[in-house]
């Protein structure tokens, strides 16, 4: 499927209701652009004008809500307001601190209880690590990008170069929550808690990559027009259907949840250390974990490590 670039239906002079009907997560852009509902059958450019909105920004974030693949256009992206992209992120934050968190977590208590405290205790503090080091991110964004974002049109460029790796990790960690639940969680488990908690995980993952496509398809171009890089795609393959570890890749797993690192793994396996990346590599794609955090509580639910060894 091509990349979508042109919405030309998407105008200020639509009705808002006719826009929101387009898919439900419009909802969530009008809340978080300070938009109230009961706008009656006025015209997006008008809802728009009624609370300082700039339309046509707007309609940029709302697109990329809407549309699975679209890029932001750089014609458009020149003409797009920062002070309106900036509140749409913050009260994007907003959202996930004060109502995403507290729907997953309480979703995550249900769905836990009727488990052994071992996996309650694995579940929940992966999710709590998760959650610190969201929140920690957003901080960071919060506190230093927005802040530089701001500045950066009194300056010629704006870089900042932590906060992508950052958004990286943040989505790995969620891919990884997500894929324990769904793939590795115990038969007690009920499933309408299982389905709950996806739900809420699938929703979150959805609303953070927009979030950031936002940020580094939007906001970063408006504040540094001169750059001329293209966003790249940050989607990835479909993971391949799950398969059994083999007994030297368990072993090589027991080692990274460890905290071992590759030189010490092959000293101990008596292996190439390209021998272990390889192992690493296969039991990334046969789980769909990425991160040693991850790996550590497949490790856990698995039995292949006791939770007395781990810090």
């Known amino acids: 499927m091509g990349t979508i670039t042109e919405l030309p239906h998407l105008s ?15 909802t969530g852009v009008l809340t978080r652009m ?12 008008d809802v728009c004008s009624r609370h300082d909105i700039d339309p046509e920004t707007f309609l940029l974030i709302c697109s990329v809500h809407a549309f699975d693949g679209y890029l932001p256009p750089k014609d458009r992206i020149r003409k797009a307001s920062l ?3 900036l509140k749409y992120l913050r009260l994007s934050h907003a959202y996930y601190m004060d109502v995403a968190m507290k729907d997953l977590s309480a979703a995550l208590v249900s769905l836990t209880e009727p488990c052994g405290e071992k ?5 929940r503090r992966f999710f709590s690590e998760y959650k610190d080091e969201l929140f920690k991110h957003l ?4 506190e230093t990008v927005f802040p530089q974002a701001e500045a950066a049109l ?52 959805e609303d953070l990559a927009k979030h950031i496509l936002v940020e580094d398809g939007i906001l970063v171009p408006i504040v540094n027009r ?23 890749e368990k072993e090589i797993l027991v080692c990274v949840a460890k905290g071992m690192l590759n030189k010490e793994i092959a000293d101990v396996e008596n292996i190439s250390i390209h021998t272990v990346i390889t192992h690493r590599k296969n039991i990334t794609r046969k789980t769909g974990i ?15 490590i006791d939770i007395n060894t781990v810090e």
């Open 139 to 142: 901080e960071y964004e919060e």
């Open 119 to 123: 996996h309650r205790s694995i579940i």
């Open 290 to 304: 990425k991160t040693v955090a991850g790996l550590t509580v497949y490790a856990l639910l698995n039995n292949l």
């Open 154 to 205: 009194h300056h010629d460029r704006f870089a900042p170069d932590e906060y992508g790796e950052n958004h990286s990790h943040v989505e790995e960690k969620l891919e990884d929550l997500k894929n324990l639940v769904m793939k590795y969680m115990p038969p007690e488990c009920g499933q309408q808690d299982v389905y709950r908690a996806l739900s809420r995980i699938f929703t979150l993952q």
């Open 226 to 248: 001169k750059m001329h890089t293209a966003l790249e795609t940050r989607w990835e393959p479909e993971r391949e259907e799950k398969e059994e570890l083999s007994a030297r």
């Open 34 to 45: 300070g938009i109230p509902f009961g706008f009656g059958d006025a015209t997006v450019e």
């Open 83 to 85: 002070k309106d992209v």
């Open 12 to 26: 200020p002079s639509m009705k808002m209701a006719d826009l929101v009907n387009l898919r439900f997560s419009l």
